[in-house]
């Protein structure tokens, strides 16, 4: 499995990380290694076996629709960067 | 080449906000306006190692939607994580479905904007259940130039609703919709309140031309900030002129361009390109560890089936058959809601035409409701009461525009019955000797009338009624019409 510079790159940028080029350059042979490792999996013959979308065999793990006290909003907000005492505060979001 | 030989290609997306009295996957409240950041908990903060759990009856009212929308329903679902980074998402990602929705593939048949008698119909891709992202708020007061996020709306369920590229016209896109929202109301699964977002509507719009070299497609534009039906009315109709210019001037046709995102500028009346989210296409959708599938099983999807009731679509067409009423009539009738058509079915019954009732109702109890800012269920007359009022102006022992006066008293007088208003407003019947008298004293006091009449211009008749009316508010209009010709014919 051979990972590409820009393909690296493009992961990065989807998970907000910043990468200087040596980093790019020993992460891709990295992230290559553990793909291949991972592939592995294809030798496995899957043939007629149901896909599994999660590793629980249990199901239906549901609630009433009944309200449940949450947090104040001194504590929602208590651990917050930036508030103020009413909202969160971020950079501006534009449009 | 002229605009004709273009035709305009729309998909909507429908988010629809469940009526849950808590979020999909925690317990915090979902009341609109609430003081911000006070409806919030570890699980839609995204606090970690807060895990989320599925709330039963958003799953019963996508069933029940899904059901109604004519879909499929999986025998199984299961949820994944949608990942974006924005202020809003305090997860880092939204709990969507990707490949596994909880409702498949359906349809909406609506009645044709342009021809009310028939119908069209939308196909629709799928529904999906999904929590909402909080809201931000871009506030100068704040001082630093911050933006504020209130996530009281984090989680809130919606139910995505996709359609099959089938629209045509600004004006189906708009029936859809309207039909669409009068089905939720009748399901009561949705207040479908646009002004407070729990209905909000995306469209995908392009266009599919007639070239001498075959039939071409434009690129396809996703138009947002559709605040209303009459904005996706009108932001449709500018894409259509729009995209038509453009590919006069380019050329350019369908994935020869990225898709583009544009808005709709309701105060300017244009589309105008939005700044596209970096790579938002690459959502990287994996199933969600924290969420164990859910299977809907026969019994679940018959309790659902159970509660759907009539649906607009069928309501009009038995208004139709049962009643009689003509298209237009049911149409009006069943979009003011089932409470509207209960209260309908209630007046014919107590011995009303439906005809008659129909046409009450479009008049004095629509206008009155309106005026009045009153539902049906608040409106003080009773279905009951305005049925034995119109039954008897059906029978003849009370003349229509008495009956109105009789209406007016029981709006003031909500306790009183026919035989009090009457009292009240000196309804009496007039019998027929004493009506014959007022007619020949009408005639004797208008000679050039009867002469008129004479010679066959029955014009002046309107004003003897007038006056007959005047001296005896009681008199039927029609009976003094006709015992007026009556005694001229006599005179010979
Ligand atoms: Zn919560």
Same mark, same amino acid.
């Given at each position: 499995?051979?990972?590409?510079?820009?393909?690296?790159?493009?992961?990065?940028?989807?998970?907000?990380?910043?990468?200087?080029?040596?980093?790019?350059?020993?992460?891709?042979?990295?992230?290559?290694?553990?793909?291949?490792?991972?592939?592995?999996?294809?030798?496995?013959?899957?043939?007629?076996?149901?896909?599994?979308?999660?590793?629980?065999?249990?199901?239906?793990?549901?609630?009433?629709?009944?309200?449940?006290?949450?947090?104040?909003?001194?504590?929602?907000?208590?651990?917050?960067?930036?508030?103020?005492?009413?909202?969160?505060?971020?950079?501006?979001?534009?449009? | 080449?002229?605009?004709?030989?273009?035709?305009?290609?729309?998909?909507?997306?429908?988010?629809?906000?469940?009526?849950?009295?808590?979020?999909?996957?925690?317990?915090?409240?979902?009341?609109?306006?609430?003081?911000?950041?006070?409806?919030?908990?570890?699980?839609?903060?995204?606090?970690?190692?807060?895990?989320?759990?599925?709330?039963?009856?958003?799953?019963?009212?996508?069933?029940?939607?899904?059901?109604?929308?004519?879909?499929?329903?999986?025998?199984?679902?299961?949820?994944?994580?949608?990942?974006?980074?924005?202020? %809003?998402?305090?997860? *880092?990602?939204?709990? =969507?479905?990707? #490949? !596994?929705?909880?409702? &498949?593939?359906?349809? +909406? $048949?609506?009645?044709?904007?342009?021809?009310?008698?028939?119908?069209?119909?939308?196909?629709?891709?799928?529904?999906?259940?999904?929590?909402?992202?909080?809201?931000?708020?871009? %506030?100068?007061?704040? *001082?630093?130039?911050? =933006?504020?996020? #209130? !996530?009281?709306?984090? &989680?809130?369920?919606? +139910? $995505?609703?996709?359609?099959?590229?089938?629209?045509?016209?600004?004006?189906?896109?708009?029936?859809?919709?309207?039909?669409?929202?009068?089905?939720?109301?009748?399901?009561?699964?949705?207040?479908?309140?646009?002004?407070?977002? =729990?209905?909000?509507?995306?469209?995908?719009?392009?266009?599919?031309?007639?070239?001498?070299?075959?039939?071409?497609?434009?690129?396809?534009?996703?138009?947002?900030?559709?605040?209303?039906?009459?904005?996706?009315?009108?932001?449709?109709?500018?894409?259509?002129?729009?995209?038509?210019?453009?590919?006069?001037?380019?050329?350019?046709?369908?994935?020869?361009?990225?898709?583009?995102?544009?808005?709709?500028?309701?105060?300017?009346?244009?589309?105008?390109?939005?700044?596209?989210?970096?790579?938002?296409?690459?959502?990287?959708?994996?199933?969600?560890?924290?969420?164990?599938?859910?299977?809907?099983?026969?019994?679940?999807?018959?309790?659902?089936?159970?509660?759907?009731?009539?649906?607009?679509?069928?309501?009009?067409?038995?208004?139709?058959?049962?009643?009689?009423?003509?298209?237009?009539?049911?149409?009006?009738?069943?979009?003011?809601?089932?409470?509207?058509?209960?209260?309908?079915?209630?007046?014919?019954?107590?011995?009303?035409?439906?005809?008659?009732?129909?046409?009450?109702?479009?008049?004095?109890?629509?206008?009155?409701?309106?005026?009045?800012?009153?539902?049906?269920?608040?409106?003080?007359?009773?279905?009951?009461?305005?049925?034995?009022?119109?039954?008897?102006?059906?029978?003849?022992?009370?003349?229509?525009?008495?009956?109105?006066?009789?209406?007016?008293?029981?709006?003031?007088?909500?306790?009183?019955?026919?035989?009090?208003?009457?009292?009240?407003?000196?309804?009496?019947?007039?019998?027929?000797?004493?009506?014959?008298?007022?007619?020949?004293?009408?005639?004797?006091?208008?000679?050039?009338?009867?002469?008129?009449?004479?010679?066959?211009?029955?014009?002046?008749?309107?004003?003897?009624?007038?006056?007959?009316?005047?001296?005896?508010?009681?008199?039927?209009?029609?009976?003094?019409?006709?015992?007026?010709?009556?005694?001229?014919?006599?005179?010979?």
């Amino acid at each position: 499995m051979q990972l590409t510079i820009e393909q690296v790159r493009k992961v990065a940028q989807l998970a907000r990380l910043e990468f200087t080029e040596e980093q790019l350059e020993s992460f891709s042979a990295q992230l290559a290694s553990i793909i291949s490792f991972v592939e592995q999996l294809k030798d496995v013959d899957t043939e007629g076996v149901e896909v599994l979308s999660h590793p629980h065999a249990l199901q239906d793990a549901l609630r009433e629709d009944e309200v449940q006290e949450g947090l104040s909003r001194q504590a929602a907000l208590a651990n917050a960067p930036a508030h103020d005492g009413e909202c969160f505060l971020v950079p501006p979001v534009l449009g | 080449m002229t605009l004709d030989a273009c035709q305009l290609v729309v998909g909507l997306e429908v988010h629809v906000q469940l009526r849950t009295q808590t979020k999909l996957f925690c317990g915090c409240p979902t009341i609109f306006g609430a003081p911000a950041n006070t409806q919030v908990c570890p699980v839609c903060l995204g606090l970690p190692g807060a895990l989320p759990v599925l709330n039963r009856r958003a799953v019963e009212l996508a069933v029940q939607t899904g059901l109604a929308l004519n879909c499929a329903i999986p025998a199984r679902t299961k949820w994944d994580r949608k990942n974006y980074f924005y202020p %809003d998402l305090p997860k *880092g990602y939204q709990i =969507s479905q990707f #490949d !596994l929705p909880i409702c &498949g593939p359906g349809w +909406l $048949e609506f009645p044709d904007p342009d021809a009310p008698e028939h119908t069209l119909r939308v196909r629709l891709v799928r529904a999906h259940l999904e929590e909402d992202a909080g809201k931000s708020m871009h %506030d100068e007061k704040s *001082g630093r130039g911050d =933006s504020r996020i #209130d !996530l009281n709306r984090a &989680g809130t369920p919606l +139910l $995505e609703i996709v359609t099959e590229p089938d629209l045509r016209s600004p004006q189906a896109a708009k029936a859809f919709l309207t039909e669409l929202r009068l089905l939720l109301t009748y399901l009561d699964v949705s207040d479908c309140n646009m002004q407070e977002g =729990s209905l909000r509507v995306d469209a995908n719009v392009n266009l599919h031309i007639d070239t001498p070299s075959g039939k071409v497609a434009t690129p396809i534009v996703e138009v947002k900030n559709l605040n209303s039906f009459r904005a996706v009315e009108r932001a449709l109709a500018y894409e259509q002129q729009r995209q038509w210019q453009q590919w006069q001037r380019d050329g350019k046709q369908l994935g020869e361009v990225p898709k583009q995102t544009r808005g709709w500028d309701e105060n300017q009346a244009v589309t105008v390109p939005q700044r596209e989210k970096e790579e938002s296409s690459d959502y990287r959708y994996f199933p969600d560890p924290d969420l164990v599938p859910i299977a809907i099983d026969a019994e679940l999807i018959e309790r659902c089936r159970a509660c759907l009731g009539e649906r607009p679509l069928e309501l009009r067409l038995r208004l139709q058959q049962e009643y009689g009423l003509t298209a237009y009539d049911a149409d009006v009738i069943v979009a003011q809601g089932r409470a509207l058509v209960e209260y309908f079915e209630m007046v014919v019954a107590k011995g009303a035409s439906a005809k008659r009732a129909s046409s009450w109702l479009q008049q004095d109890v629509l206008r009155t409701l309106n005026e009045q800012n009153l539902t049906i269920e608040q409106f003080p007359i009773d279905a009951d009461k305005l049925g034995e009022l119109i039954a008897a102006v059906e029978k003849g022992e009370l003349e229509n525009s008495r009956a109105r006066d009789v209406f007016q008293y029981y709006l003031g007088h909500p306790q009183a019955g026919l035989e009090q208003a009457r009292a009240a407003l000196g309804i009496v019947q007039v019998d027929d000797r004493e009506l014959t008298e007022l007619c020949q004293k009408l005639l004797d006091e208008h000679p050039q009338i009867v002469a008129q009449a004479k010679a066959g211009d029955l014009k002046g008749l309107g004003a003897l009624i007038g006056a007959a009316k005047r001296r005896n508010p009681n008199v039927d209009p029609r009976k003094v019409r006709s015992i007026c010709q009556h005694l001229i014919e006599q005179q010979g």
